[in-house]
């Protein structure tokens, strides 16, 4: 762990930690470098149909966004944030949104994403499950318009999946430096990246519908729910309440986001990278600074 | 094994030294005086606790910001808290920036899937300041503690008193003094399932992790885990909180620990490979994958 941290922050890598020295030589150390980073990723933010709530949630990082941005990834494309009108090669590709298949522009679109990018995360519901574009329920009718949006999954392969709507700042800064140190890492910190993109990897092969349901498919009829809480902390439209210590859900609320069933304990649990889980929490705030 | 009880930096065995908070903790109050410490001096802003719920023996989590909300959470209620379901509205309706949390193995690996991969846990991440876990071997939904206390003790959940877990028995202790040990062989039914699948006794993600087993009765034995853990700790011996012993120096000790942590963890573990084979080339689903 600690070597990931080190080469992250462009210090030599040393045999062990001492901390006295750690301090000296941060006193030692030249002011920040002036050339720029030679190293980065190329990162798009391509927009289907969605709410650019998504993309605030990015922007939310605050600063952190800033030193992604400084330090980690170019941003090559991006209505409104990069003056680039056709999508270019990139790297990683955050794609927000479902695809509005009346619109033959989307659909082309979202098929130029995948040919041009390395890796396609579905960020948020409406790329990865639809979410709140189709028809989620959610407290609304049926709506003829709701029949016109595909997640992108049912259009094209799909790397990564961070579900949620909004997903969370911290997700999305998560995946982009695991992204970097996939991409652009040592050994050891593309085995960590691998290890820690793998089970929202395996999100994306589940599928492109989400639910309520899942947890009581997959998670709770499946004998495996031990009444945590997760899922109601999860939810953002507040279906979920716990009886008996059980998860109870309002299906009717329920916009079909897939935070529940990402954020359960029992979906999915590495115990590789969860046990790490200081370290790697000391590596993301690391390189935020 | 070898990492049956996780990483830790020390284990003692330790009590509370508050006359108030013993009169009803569980075991060595440790984590009620550790709470109280941390709220008074501003290490947490509130803790999620298990506090008295509609029925009797029945939890509630909720959000304590005062000692006294602290001292009514006292005690174990053998069955489900979903504790982890406060944990997002702790830092937003409640405006917690520096959160405290107690709970099982399995709700401190939830509260770490939730800074490590943060789905719907907005701004969660960075305001985890306290993780208490209590060591668990299995729980019990709310109806079996009615038909453990009511129908095999033959005694009123409202006449109890306390229940523990140890030396083989499961002992309800009645508020007239009586107390009836049944053999753990008559509860295992009346377990939850999701136990069965459980791969943690001694909650190896929290920041300090405490039980009973291993220490003599009214104390504790504590693991300090991390750096987060060991800072507050350290404070809290430095301010006269607890009576501490060298883990070594009592009895049972460890040892008794580390077999317990690994019969549950062998049980499991088989559990966990059987439903890999549980019908014809059909399995049951496996979260650890
Ligand atoms: C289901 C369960 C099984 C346990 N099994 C074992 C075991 O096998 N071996 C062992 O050594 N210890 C076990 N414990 C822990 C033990 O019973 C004590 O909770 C622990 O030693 C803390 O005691 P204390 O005096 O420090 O805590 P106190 O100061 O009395 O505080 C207890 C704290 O536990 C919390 N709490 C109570 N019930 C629950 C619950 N259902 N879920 C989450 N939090 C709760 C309360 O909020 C309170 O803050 C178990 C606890 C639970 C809840
Ligand atoms: S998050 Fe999963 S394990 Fe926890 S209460 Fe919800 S369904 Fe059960
Ligand atoms: S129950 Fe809530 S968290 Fe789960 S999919 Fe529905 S809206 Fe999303
Ligand atoms: S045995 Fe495991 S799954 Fe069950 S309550 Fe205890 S820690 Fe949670």
Same mark, same amino acid.
């Given at each position: 762990?600690?070597?990931?941290?080190?080469?992250?922050?462009?210090?030599?890598?040393?045999?062990?930690?001492?901390?006295?020295?750690?301090?000296?030589?941060?006193?030692?150390?030249?002011?920040?470098?002036?050339?720029?980073?030679? @190293?980065?990723?190329?990162?798009?933010?391509?927009?289907?149909?969605?709410?650019?709530?998504?993309?605030?949630?990015?922007?939310?990082?605050?600063?952190?966004?800033?030193? +992604?941005?400084?330090?980690?990834?170019?941003?090559?494309?991006?209505?409104?944030?990069?003056?680039?009108?056709? +999508?270019?090669?990139?790297?990683?590709?955050?794609?927000?949104?479902?695809?509005?298949?009346?619109?033959?522009?989307?659909?082309?679109?979202?098929?130029?994403?995948?040919?041009?990018?390395?890796?396609?995360?579905?960020?948020?519901?409406?790329?990865? #499950?639809? @979410?709140?574009?189709? &028809?989620?329920?959610?407290?609304?009718?049926?709506?003829?318009?709701?029949?016109? &949006?595909?997640?992108?999954?049912?259009?094209?392969?799909?790397?990564?999946?961070?579900?949620?709507?909004?997903?969370?700042?911290?997700?999305?800064?998560?995946?982009?430096?695991?992204? #970097?140190?996939?991409?652009?890492?040592?050994?050891?910190?593309?085995?960590?990246?691998?290890?820690?993109?793998?089970?929202?990897?395996?999100?994306?092969?589940?599928?492109?519908?989400?639910?309520?349901?899942?947890?009581?498919?997959?998670?709770? @009829?499946?004998?495996?729910?031990?009444?945590?809480?997760?899922?109601?902390?999860?939810?953002?439209?507040?279906? +979920?309440?716990?009886? &008996?210590?059980?998860?109870?859900?309002?299906?009717?609320?329920?916009?079909?986001?897939?935070?529940?069933?990402?954020?359960?304990?029992?979906?999915?649990?590495?115990?590789?990278?969860?046990?790490?889980?200081?370290?790697?929490?000391?590596? +993301?705030?690391?390189?935020?600074? | 094994?070898?990492?049956?009880?996780?990483?830790?930096?020390?284990?003692?065995?330790?009590?509370?030294?508050?006359?108030?908070?013993?009169?009803?903790?569980?075991?060595?109050?440790?984590?009620?005086?550790?709470? *109280?410490?941390?709220?008074?001096?501003?290490?947490?802003?509130?803790?999620?606790?298990?506090?008295?719920?509609?029925?009797?023996?029945?939890?509630?989590?909720?959000?304590?910001?005062?000692?006294?909300?602290?001292?009514?959470?006292?005690?174990?209620?053998?069955?489900?808290?979903?504790?982890?379901?406060?944990?997002?509205?702790?830092? %937003?309706?409640?405006?917690?920036?520096?959160?405290?949390?107690?709970?099982?193995?399995?709700?401190?690996?939830?509260?770490?899937?939730?800074?490590?991969?943060?789905?719907?846990?907005?701004?969660?991440?960075?305001?985890?300041?306290?993780?208490?876990?209590?060591?668990?071997?299995?729980?019990?939904?709310?109806?079996?503690?009615?038909?453990?206390?009511?129908?095999?003790?033959?005694?009123?959940?409202?006449?109890?008193?306390?229940?523990?877990?140890?030396?083989?028995?499961?002992?309800?202790?009645?508020? %007239?003094?009586?107390?009836?040990?049944?053999?753990?062989?008559?509860?295992?039914?009346?377990?939850?399932?999701?136990?069965?699948?459980?791969?943690?006794?001694? *909650?190896?993600?929290?920041?300090?992790?405490?039980?009973?087993?291993?220490?003599?009765?009214?104390?504790?034995?504590?693991?300090?885990?991390?750096?987060?853990?060991?800072?507050?700790?350290?404070?809290?011996?430095?301010?006269?909180?607890?009576?501490?012993?060298?883990?070594?120096?009592?009895?049972?000790?460890?040892?008794?620990?580390?077999?317990?942590?690994?019969?549950?963890?062998?049980?499991?573990?088989?559990?966990?490979?059987?439903?890999?084979?549980?019908?014809?080339?059909?399995?049951?689903?496996?979260?650890?994958?």
């Amino acid at each position: 762990m600690q070597s990931f941290k080190k080469t992250l922050t462009g210090e030599e890598p040393k045999a062990a930690a001492k901390p006295a020295e750690v301090k000296t030589e941060k006193k030692a150390e030249p002011k920040k470098e002036e050339k720029p980073v030679a @190293n980065k990723i190329t990162v798009g933010h391509v927009h289907m149909s969605g709410c650019t709530g998504c993309l605030v949630s990015l922007a939310d990082n605050y600063l952190g966004l800033v030193k +992604i941005l400084d330090d980690y990834a170019d941003l090559v494309y991006g209505l409104t944030l990069a003056d680039v009108r056709h +999508i270019p090669e990139m790297d990683v590709a955050l794609v927000e949104g479902s695809v509005c298949i009346q619109d033959h522009e989307s659909v082309e679109d979202i098929k130029t994403t995948r040919k041009k990018a390395k890796v396609v995360v579905a960020v948020g519901g409406c790329a990865s #499950y639809g @979410n709140i574009t189709r &028809f989620a329920r959610g407290g609304q009718v049926n709506q003829p318009q709701h029949e016109s &949006f595909l997640p992108i999954g049912n259009l094209i392969d799909v790397d990564v999946v961070i579900p949620g709507c909004a997903p969370t700042p911290q997700l999305i800064r998560n995946v982009c430096v695991m992204a #970097y140190l996939l991409l652009r890492g040592t050994e050891e910190q593309k085995a960590l990246a691998g290890k820690y993109l793998k089970p929202l990897m395996a999100l994306a092969k589940r599928g492109t519908t989400a639910c309520f349901c899942d947890l009581m498919n997959d998670v709770i @009829n499946q004998g495996l729910c031990m009444g945590c809480g997760s899922c109601a902390a999860a939810c953002p439209v507040r279906a +979920i309440t716990h009886e &008996f210590g059980k998860p109870q859900g309002q299906r009717d609320l329920c916009i079909k986001c897939g935070a529940c069933y990402g954020q359960c304990p029992r979906s999915f649990y590495n115990f590789e990278v969860m046990d790490e889980f200081e370290g790697i929490l000391e590596l +993301i705030d690391g390189a935020m600074k | 094994m070898g990492t049956e009880l996780g990483k830790y930096k020390v284990c003692v065995s330790a009590r509370s030294t508050d006359k108030e908070i013993m009169w009803k903790a569980q075991d060595g109050g440790i984590v009620t005086s550790l709470f *109280a410490f941390a709220l008074e001096h501003g290490i947490i802003d509130g803790a999620i606790v298990a506090g008295p719920g509609a029925r009797p023996w029945q939890p509630r989590p909720f959000i304590a910001t005062t000692r006294e909300e602290l001292l009514s959470a006292r005690g174990t209620k053998y069955n489900i808290s979903p504790q982890v379901s406060w944990l997002k509205e702790a830092t %937003r309706s409640f405006g917690l920036d520096k959160v405290g949390i107690v709970g099982t193995p399995c709700q401190m690996q939830a509260v770490r899937k939730a800074q490590l991969y943060p789905v719907g846990m907005r701004d969660v991440p960075d305001k985890v300041a306290l993780a208490i876990g209590i060591f668990c071997m299995e729980n019990f939904p709310y109806k079996s503690i009615q038909m453990i206390v009511e129908d095999h003790a033959g005694t009123k959940l409202q006449a109890t008193k306390k229940m523990e877990i140890g030396k083989g028995k499961f002992t309800v202790i009645t508020e %007239r003094g009586k107390s009836i040990a049944l053999p753990l062989k008559i509860t295992h039914k009346y377990e939850q399932p999701g136990c069965h699948v459980c791969l943690d006794y001694v *909650a190896n993600l929290g920041d300090i992790s405490t039980g009973s087993v291993g220490s003599p009765d009214g104390w504790s034995t504590v693991f300090i885990r991390t750096k987060k853990g060991e800072e507050t700790w350290n404070k809290a011996i430095a301010a006269g909180c607890f009576e501490t012993k060298p883990i070594e120096q009592v009895k049972p000790g460890l040892d008794l620990v580390s077999k317990l942590a690994n019969e549950k963890i062998s049980k499991n573990k088989k559990t966990v490979e059987e439903r890999a084979t549980f019908g014809v080339n059909k399995a049951l689903r496996n979260p650890y994958l």
